[in-house]
Structures are given as structure tokens and as C-alpha cells.
């Protein structure tokens, strides 16, 4: 039976032996541990390959002529490889259906009077040979001229199967093989190249399988070194290609962050020195790209020869062949991306691992449920980047008996009734490793809606009023207000339309509102009338019921004499009472205005003030002889008595204005001096 275990990484690529001195790196451990027991002792004339099983223990590697088994002696028939004097010379994969199989594809290039000039090769490492140790059952097979130095293996979309990648120079030509769990196809996939590369040094592949970047140079005038591809991992095809005008002498290296959204290249002015660039990938041209390039200073006088991406996260360089550096964030931009220098005082070659893209993103493994409605069989499909041995399923539906279990790879299942349920899986690696994985699964109902009543008549009382459908599980809700819940309140007369849906359809239901308003007479409390015209009294609230003092019942009426007028409103909901006060003048407005006043308390023309008739509204102002303001006033019985600013004004001549308006509401203006005497 499964029991439960934390999720290990995957691990095929935790081992690397590097070129020289039998230095390595052992990346089941943080920090890497630093292996001295290789057999790579003299340099490789190319980046060497290592693979391990999906727990981290070595299993074998190769320089491109020999293949070494774990106990660092040559494997069984593993010598005379077809490989080297090119720059990825070895990589190797596993055969997807058979867990003791492993293809190794070498590079050789030879002098031009011996063809093939390059040509690329397979043999087949059986592991259950010499008694576990492996051994090479098939070697050196030919499979394809291909004139070039890069050589490289990617993951396939599928997270089983892989792609063996090179280019094939001066014929323009991208060639991919695909090995599935048939074994090696021998029928290329091949995609033509818009320039023809003279050559081409090195090949690496993004984390995720949909960039392929290379060194190359094409004859062209400035031609760039860089060029970036996209590819498609699950057809084997390349497409989109960008060559970057970055106008280096030449680029040597070249490696993408975890994140597979930056590209890195070593770009050496010369042998002795070179800088690290870091560009921005996205869908626009190279030239675009190369605009986003960010130079890292590298110490003066080493020799930056290679860079790799680990599966810790980091990127390492080599240093001068004693030291090997790292980009610690390689996801970050600019001054975030931390390069650190002497990471590993280790001793290397020129050249780091050629390990398989996609192995650094560590074990990776999901399931996916078909959104199905109630009543339905859920299809399950399990994802992942590496190979099982056993599922045990626990659909967490114990309603459904023994069926709520499975051990199937893709098992069916149908839920008991709507709900949540948190499903989970238990997977079994081939190295008796066990990952859990539990995440929940929805089984939506049908949605349907009931609104109570077709059309509802309430009293202005009564709102708001709160309309309802039946809650149904992860059913989402959209009404025509804009609301997205369940239930809303509503004031205002109108249509209420709703709509419930989920993955299984949708339901819509409508209703119609009429809210009674409150009636509120409103008349104007004193109206002015020109005398012999009429007025128009309005009591407004459309719809309700009217009573004016008149005997009238319309919601106006016309009237022509002065007085009060009231108004009862009412509808079933309310009542409301208003008066209002109708004065007739004459159109012509009247004034006495005196030319002076005497100000001195005697008793006799203390005040000046104005006597305006016929008008509903007044104002005046007084003024002195610079303009400045000594008294105002809207009080038609408001007088002045020569005083401002809180003391006594001299004796002299001072203009008023006065602003009134007539009984059509026209306005009309006044003008004229007072004199003030001691």
C-alpha cells in the first residue's frame, strides 16, 4: 500500500563531472559538494554529459569517446565513442518506456578529406548490463551528417518524450529527432533556416522548451552571433527567427534563466577579456532584444568559456579554468541578478555540462479534472515530467462506496452529488519515491432561477425590498444592475432581470417592480403677478390624486386673482398638503427718493432711505466719492444713517444704486447722489 512522502526534485541532473583534474559538482546537497573522483582528468574538448537516476545517483558519463559507469571506470564496450573536437560532442536520454535504457548521440568532426565532415551518431547504454554497472549495447550507429558542432536534448511537451536537436551548417537546416517510448525515430523533423550558417558552436534549449538559442555566424556584413529561435516542443519545429545585431567579435556561450524569460550570453572582446550580457526575450525583433542588454563586469585577465544553468537555480561560468562563478538570481534584471565570483575553487576545462534542458526545473506533476455537471463521470488525467510506477487515487467521496478509490494512471469517477471534494493522489517514481498531490475538485449543479412573481407593486414604505434566487453551488450570478450576488435590494420601479450560470449553462428570470412614491405637495410660498395676467400653479407628483380649494382635481390649475391657494395630494400610499400665496402688483415700479439728509440726531431727516414700490426684490448701495462702499442693503426698509465703519462719515455728495426687479421678474436699475449735510 502507498503511504505518504515529501516531494523530492527530479533529479537526472544533479551530478556533473566536468573536464578536468576529475573535479564535479554534487547538487543533491546546498551548497554543492565538490567531487574529486572523476575520470575526466586531462580536458574535454567539448562540454562533457552526465546523467543520473531520478534520485540523484550517478549512473554514467561521457566525453564523446568514452562513457564511464558509476564506479568511474569505462562502461562495458563503452570505448571508442564516435564523439569529439566539437563543441557539445555527447548528450544522452532516457528511453521513455524502459527504465534501464539510455540513448547517448555523439558528435564527431573530422578533417574535411575523411567524410563524413561531421556526422552524428547513437548508441544504446542497457543498465542491466555487468551486473548492474551498464554497459554500451549498441554503439556508434550513424544517423546524420550534419556538418556542424551543436548538439543538444529537450524536453518534449509532453514531460516523457524528447527531441535530439542540432543544426545542420551552411545548409540552413534545423534537425530534430524525436525519442518516444517506441525508442529513437529515425526520421528527422526538419525546419529550413532563412540564413545559411557557416557554423555553429553551441545549442541550448530554454527550461520550458520553447526557445532555442545559438552562437552562429552567417558570412553576412556585421552578421550578429546571436540568434534566438522559437521552438516548438511538441512538434520538433523552429520558427521566429531572430538574429541579434549585438556587434561582439564573436559569442561564445549562452544559457536562459529558470524562468526561460532571459537570455545570457559570454561575449569576449578578445581572449582575455570578456563580459557576461543579459537580454530580455519577447515575441518583438532582435534588434529589439539586443536594445535590452545589461553588460556584467567580469574579472580582468580570466577567461569566461562556458555558462550552465544548475539545478539549484543558479548559473554558473567557469573562471579561468580554477574558479567558477555564478549568477545567483538569474531571473532578475540588471544589479538583481547577483554574480558572485569564486563560488567553487574547482579546476575545469572550457566547458561546463551539456545535461538536458528541462531537467533543472526540478519534478514537476499535476492532475486535471473535466468540469462536468452533476451526474456526470469526471475524467481525471494525470501530468507529469518524469516517469510512475503506482497511483492510488482518494477521490474524498465516501458516498460512493468502493469506487471512491483508484489506482489507475487516468481513472473515471462519478461524484455522489454537487460539491467540493478534495481529491488526492498519491504517485510512486520508479525510485520508490512518493509525491501527494491533493487539490479539489467542483461538481456544479444546473443552474436554474426562480424569481417570485412576474410584476410587483409595493408603497415607498415597503422599499427596499430584497429580491432572491435559490443558492446553488459554485454558480456565479450577474443581474442587470451590475450585482453579482445572490440577492439584491431594490428602490427604483423597474425591470430586474438575473442570470445563474456555471460550467453546466445558465437560467435567467425577470421581474417587473412599481414603487409607489410618496407624494409631497410643493407650492411656492408668495408668487407675484403682474396685475391683469394669470399664473399656473403645478402640484407636481405625476400620477396621484388631486384637491385644490378651487373644486379643481387637475395636477394644475390656472388662476388669475390674488390670495391662497391650497392643494391635498394623495395616492394609496400617502397624502400631502400645500398652500401657496398669490400677490398681484402693478408692472410699473414706483420710487421716492430724497437728495439729501441731515444726519445729526435732531429729530428731522436723520436717515436716508428709499421708498420702492411694486417689486419683489431690492437691493441698495451707497458709495462715496473714491467708490468704496458705505452701506448696503436688500431691506426695502432699511435706512442709512451716515455712519460706516463704525464711526461718522464726513459731509459731502455720495452715490447710490439700486438694483430691483419688476413683476415679470425683469431687472431694473436706479442711479442718483444724496448729499449728506452737518
Request: proline letters at 6%.
Amino acid at each position: 500500500m502507498l503511504g505518504q512522502s515529501r516531494v523530492f526534485a527530479q533529479k537526472e541532473g544533479n551530478i556533473w563531472y566536468l573536464g578536468k583534474l576529475g573535479y564535479g559538482l554534487d547538487f543533491n546537497s546546498t551548497p554543492a559538494g565538490i567531487l574529486k573522483d572523476g575520470a575526466l582528468q586531462n580536458g574535454v574538448n567539448g562540454q562533457p554529459f552526465t546523467m543520473a537516476d531520478p534520485c540523484g545517483n550517478l549512473l554514467f558519463y561521457s566525453d564523446g569517446h568514452r562513457v564511464f559507469n558509476r564506479q568511474h571506470r569505462v562502461m562495458l564496450n563503452g570505448d571508442s565513442l564516435a564523439g569529439g573536437y566539437s563543441f557539445q560532442t555527447v548528450v544522452a536520454v532516457p528511453h521513455p518506456s524502459d527504465d534501464s535504457l539510455y540513448y547517448l548521440f555523439t558528435q564527431n568532426i573530422r578533417p574535411l578529406s575523411i567524410p563524413p565532415y561531421s556526422a552524428l551518431y547513437y548508441s544504446i547504454i542497457d543498465m542491466r548490463l555487468d551486473k548492474g554497472l551498464g554497459g554500451v549495447a549498441r554503439k556508434n550507429t550513424f544517423l546524420y551528417q550534419t556538418n556542424g558542432q551543436s548538439l543538444t536534448a529537450i524536453r518534449h511537451a509532453n514531460g516523457q518524450d524528447y527531441w535530439i536537436a542540432t543544426v545542420e551548417a551552411e545548409t540552413n537546416r534545423f534537425v530534430a529527432y524525436l525519442v518516444n517510448k517506441t525508442g529513437l525515430q529515425t526520421s528527422p523533423v526538419v525546419s529550413q533556416i532563412p540564413y545559411t550558417f557557416i557554423y555553429t558552436r553551441i545549442l541550448r534549449a530554454s527550461p520550458n522548451g520553447k526557445f532555442i538559442a545559438t552562437n552562429t555566424f552567417t558570412g553576412l556584413p556585421g552578421s550578429p552571433e546571436c540568434t534566438l529561435f522559437d521552438f516548438n516542443d511538441a512538434s520538433g519545429r523552429i520558427t521566429n527567427t531572430r538574429l541579434l545585431p549585438i556587434k561582439d567579435d564573436y559569442g561564445w556561450a549562452m544559457e536562459f534563466s529558470p524562468d526561460s524569460r532571459k537570455l545570457y550570453w559570454i561575449m569576449p572582446a578578445s581572449l582575455q577579456k570578456n563580459q557576461i550580457a543579459q537580454f530580455q526575450i519577447s515575441g518583438e525583433s532582435g534588434e529589439d532584444i539586443a536594445a535590452t542588454r545589461y553588460n556584467i563586469a567580469l574579472s580582468q585577465g580570466k577567461n569566461h568559456t562556458d555558462l550552465r544553468l544548475a539545478p539549484d537555480g543558479k548559473i554558473y561560468t567557469i573562471a579561468g579554468e580554477t574558479l567558477m562563478d555564478a549568477i545567483e538570481n538569474p531571473n532578475a534584471l540588471g544589479n538583481g541578478l547577483m554574480y558572485r565570483q569564486g563560488i567553487y575553487p574547482i579546476s575545469t576545462y572550457l566547458f561546463l555540462p551539456n545535461n538536458i534542458a528541462g531537467y533543472n526545473q526540478g519534478k514537476q506533476q499535476d492532475f486535471t479534472a473535466s468540469p462536468v455537471c452533476d451526474g456526470e463521470q469526471v475524467q481525471f488525467e494525470v501530468k507529469l515530467n518524469y516517469k510512475a510506477k503506482e497511483w492510488l487515487w482518494n477521490f474524498g467521496d465516501p458516498a460512493s462506496g468502493e469506487n471512491d478509490t483508484s489506482t489507475l494512471a487516468n481513472p473515471l469517477h462519478r461524484f455522489s452529488a454537487p460539491g467540493t471534494y478534495q481529491v488526492k493522489l498519491i504517485i510512486r517514481d520508479r525510485c520508490g519515491e512518493l509525491d501527494t498531490l491533493q487539490k479539489p475538485v467542483v461538481i456544479y449543479p444546473k443552474p436554474v432561477v426562480n424569481l417570485p412573481e412576474e410584476a410587483i407593486e409595493k408603497c415607498f414604505t415597503d422599499v427596499p425590498l430584497t429580491f432572491s434566487v435559490e443558492f446553488l453551488p459554485y454558480t456565479s450570478y450577474r443581474w442587470n444592475t451590475g450585482d453579482t450576488t445572490r440577492s439584491i435590494q431594490v428602490n427604483q420601479t423597474g425591470w430586474y432581470k438575473v442570470e445563474a450560470y456555471n460550467p453546466c449553462g445558465n437560467s435567467r428570470d425577470s421581474v417587473y417592480l412599481q414603487v409607489i412614491p410618496e407624494v409631497k405637495a410643493y407650492l411656492p410660498d408668495d408668487t407675484i403677478v403682474c396685475e391683469g395676467n394669470f399664473t399656473v400653479l403645478d402640484a407636481l407628483n405625476p400620477g396621484a390624486a388631486y384637491l385644490w380649494n378651487t373644486g379643481e382635481t387637475t395636477q394644475q390649475i390656472q388662476v388669475d386673482k390674488p390670495g391662497k391657494y391650497y392643494v391635498e395630494i394623495h395616492n394609496r400610499c400617502s397624502v400631502s398638503v400645500d398652500t401657496a400665496n398669490l400677490v398681484f402688483i402693478k408692472e410699473e415700479i414706483g420710487a421716492f427718493i430724497p437728495n439729501v439728509f441731515t444726519p445729526n440726531s435732531d429729530g428731522v431727516n436723520d436717515t436716508f432711505s428709499m421708498h420702492v414700490l411694486n417689486t419683489p426684490a431690492y437691493s441698495l448701495t451707497i458709495c462715496n466719492r473714491w467708490g468704496k462702499p458705505v452701506f448696503y442693503s436688500s431691506n426695502p426698509f432699511d435706512a442709512w444713517d451716515g455712519r460706516a465703519d463704525g464711526g461718522q462719515v464726513i459731509a459731502g455728495v455720495y452715490f447710490w444704486f439700486v438694483t430691483a426687479t419688476d413683476c415679470r421678474g425683469n431687472p431694473v436699475t436706479y442711479r442718483g447722489t444724496v448729499s449728506l449735510l452737518q
